[in-house]
């Protein structure tokens, strides 16, 4: 971590305390001079007392003017008191160099007093104390990968507060007005002003912004324009609803279209290729929102075999949603599935498996699947995140009290608090998804995992 300048400068903000005690105790200690540059200083002095450096430029000019004489060459007085000044300088620097060479491995500077004050118990308990984080810091990247996990956390951090900053931006300068949407187009100045000072939208918009950011770091992004009820609690109780949705969803998708993606890939372009994958283009194709009105229409109205709506706690209700977003999702995983495996099949060392006389389903599960879930994990982590964001559509369609439908709602006012709380749980969850997927392909491919420990 030390070659790297960014961590050089963690540290030493982190152990800045530790820093400046063990600087002034080694410049009490060394009475604030270094004791190598007293010695160069008293050998210069003491030649020039002797006259060695008249001397040597005397020595110097001879050799000169020998050396012109020999060459036939008659240089000017400028060209020759120029060199004459060079060559003296460099041979008097070796002069006093030689005096000196015994002083230099008895001050070697800052960094070995500092590593010998460390072998002190009493000192080395005092600087874990005052200079803890630095110590954090160490042992975080002594690990590659808890360094690895601390990074993607920063670049997490970095995306809420990002994320935060265009919305709340996108949000202020919507022409829309929360006062007048609440109370009415018919509410008096007095009202609309009370309104505006009661939930801080007098402010100007820095201030607004940084409340913003401290609501983040804080966990309490305000209270809701409407019912006036604590935006977090509002989040935390529609959230887990969006969640169980997208998970169930997830998993259906999973079970469909990991083994139809293989088997398509083990038998390409046969008939059940092909039947396969023009289904998978036709859940593609079709609309969330189309998809679940036929299904109201048909399993809920015409048979009456299932709920229209979301009911919590009634597993039938949720058949119907996660049918839909699953359907969706199940596509592009079997097509990805089919794809990663057609390609990684052609590979030498899967050909070389068969030749050795492997079981073929040992090829496929161990030698296949294996190198080709790297893209099928990448494609799944990125479309929980686009799903749990995306299932507003299906949440309206089912009636589902759910995040994504709550956001959708309240945009409309806009509803500033809510809408930031939902944004920044869904950059969470995202990015959270993204670390899990990134921790996963080094388990998975044994290469990452090696440039993960020479990162």
Request: aromatic content about 12%; overall charge positive.
């Amino acid at each position: 971590m030390f070659t790297l300048p960014l961590y050089r400068i963690m540290l030493i903000l982190c152990g800045f305390p530790v820093f400046i005690v063990s600087a002034l105790a080694y410049i009490a200690v060394r009475g604030g001079k270094n004791k190598a540059l007293d010695e160069k200083a008293l050998a210069v002095k003491a030649l020039k007392e002797k006259g060695a450096d008249k001397l040597l430029e005397a020595e110097v000019l001879a050799q000169l003017q020998k050396k012109y004489a020999f060459l036939q060459k008659n240089p000017s007085e400028n060209k020759l008191a120029a060199e004459l000044k060079k060559i003296t300088a460099k041979r008097f620097k070796e002069l006093i160099a030689l005096e000196t060479s015994h002083v230099g491995s008895e001050d070697q500077g800052f960094l070995p007093y500092f590593l010998s004050l460390l072998k002190n118990p009493l000192f080395l308990g005092l600087s874990f104390i005052f200079g803890f984080p630095a110590f954090v810091l160490i042992l975080i990247f002594s690990n590659p990968y808890v360094k690895f996990i601390f990074e993607r956390l920063i670049m997490m951090v970095l995306v809420v507060f990002g994320v935060t900053f265009l919305v709340f931006t996108i949000l202020y300068t919507s022409p829309m007005d929360p006062a007048q949407n609440i109370l009415g187009l018919m509410t008096d100045e007095t009202s609309i002003a009370e309104f505006n000072r009661i939930y801080g939208l007098d402010k100007p918009y820095f201030a607004q912004l940084m409340d913003a950011f401290l609501g983040i770091m804080t966990f309490n992004m305000g209270r809701a324009f409407i019912g006036n009820e604590d935006a977090v609690a509002i989040i935390m109780r529609m959230f887990p609803i969006t969640l169980t949705v997208a998970f169930w969803s997830l998993l259906v998708s999973l079970i469909i279209s990991v083994p139809a993606g293989i088997f398509s890939a083990i038998k390409p372009y046969s008939a059940f290729d092909y039947v396969f994958m023009f289904i998978a283009l036709l859940g593609l194709s079709i609309p969330n929102f189309w998809q679940g009105l036929i299904f109201i229409l048909t399993f809920s109205i015409n048979l009456g075999w299932l709920p229209s709506m979301y009911v919590i706690g009634n597993w039938l209700s949720l058949i119907m949603p996660v049918v839909v977003l699953g359907t969706w999702l199940a596509a592009i995983i079997a097509r990805m599935t089919r794809s990663s495996m057609l390609e990684v099949i052609k590979q030498d060392y899967v050909v070389t498996a068969k030749a050795k006389g492997l079981p073929y389903s040992k090829v496929i599960l161990r030698h296949v699947l294996g190198n080709a879930m790297i893209p099928i994990i990448t494609v799944v982590g990125l479309q929980l995140g686009v799903m749990m964001g995306g299932a507003a559509v299906t949440e309206k369609v089912f009636n589902i009290r759910g995040l994504g439908s709550l956001i959708v709602d309240r945009q409309f006012v806009p509803d500033i608090p809510v809408v930031l709380a939902g944004t920044v749980y869904f950059a969470i969850i995202v990015s959270l998804t993204n670390l899990i997927v990134d921790i996963m392909y080094a388990f998975l491919d044994p290469r990452i995992k090696s440039n993960m420990k020479n990162y």
